[in-house]
Structures are given as C-alpha cells and as structure tokens.
C-alpha cells in the first residue's frame, strides 16, 4: 500500500520560510518522479514543483520560481520542497505526489501523470 505523508506546513509570516517534507513507503521511491502541489480555497489544485527520480531534473511553475527549491533523497524515501520569501498568496494545502507506473525518467507537469497522493499539510502564510 503506497503512502504519502507530508508534514512541514504551519503558520508563517510573510517572508518567512517552510521547509515540506513528503516520506514515501509502499513503493520503489527511486523509480517515481515526485511532485508538490497546492491547493487554496476556492481554486483548482495547481503544480507547484516536480522532480525526476534521479533528481536529474526538476519542474517549477512561475508561482515557485526563485522561491521554491523541491529535492529528494532516494535513501530516505523522502521529497522535500523548501519555501522561502513567502507570501499570503502562497497560503494552501500543499500535497505530495508520485508519479510511479509509467516509470517515466523526467519531472511531469501533468497532474493526470500522477497517480499517487498524500493528504497534505495546510500552510498559511500571514501578512
């Protein structure tokens, strides 16, 4: 049974910094490519940053360019999106997930391309 669990989020004030973490188990986490999203009230979920199972390459969308850092450690499982410069704007749950079947060697920016989902962890950011 594969499982995603976040954990990292809380309350911050504008500026300030988070760091997600996302433990894998269930699953060969060394063959999923992995990827954060966020969702904020009201709105659709939305890619924030995707990384390659190798860490060979990464995805960011513009709301984490020059903000976000995503990265992982194969040898524990774990995926990692690191937050800084934040902004009220930035407040939502944020949710793990793997891209695992298709076994594709890159970051996806598909959400359909994902097949695995963790339950997320609320982030607010105040300003």
């Known amino acids: 049974q594969v499982q995603l669990v976040e954990s990292g989020g809380g309350l911050v004030q504008a500026g300030g910094s988070l760091r997600l973490s996302c433990a894998a188990s269930g699953l060969t986490f060394s063959v999923a490519a992995m990827g954060w999203f966020r969702q904020a009230p009201g709105r659709e979920r939305e890619l924030v940053a995707a990384i390659s199972r190798s860490s060979g390459s990464t995805y960011y969308t513009d709301v984490a360019k020059g903000r976000f850092t995503i990265s992982r450690d194969n040898a524990k499982n774990t995926v990692y999106l690191q937050m800084n410069s934040l902004k009220p704007e930035d407040t939502a749950v944020y949710y793990c997930?793997?891209?695992?079947?298709?076994?594709?060697?890159?970051?996806?920016?598909?959400?359909?391309?994902?097949?695995?989902w963790g339950q997320g962890t609320q982030v607010t950011v105040s300003s």
């Open positions: 997930a793997a891209d695992y079947i298709a076994r594709r060697n890159y970051a996806s920016g598909l959400q359909s391309d994902y097949d695995y």
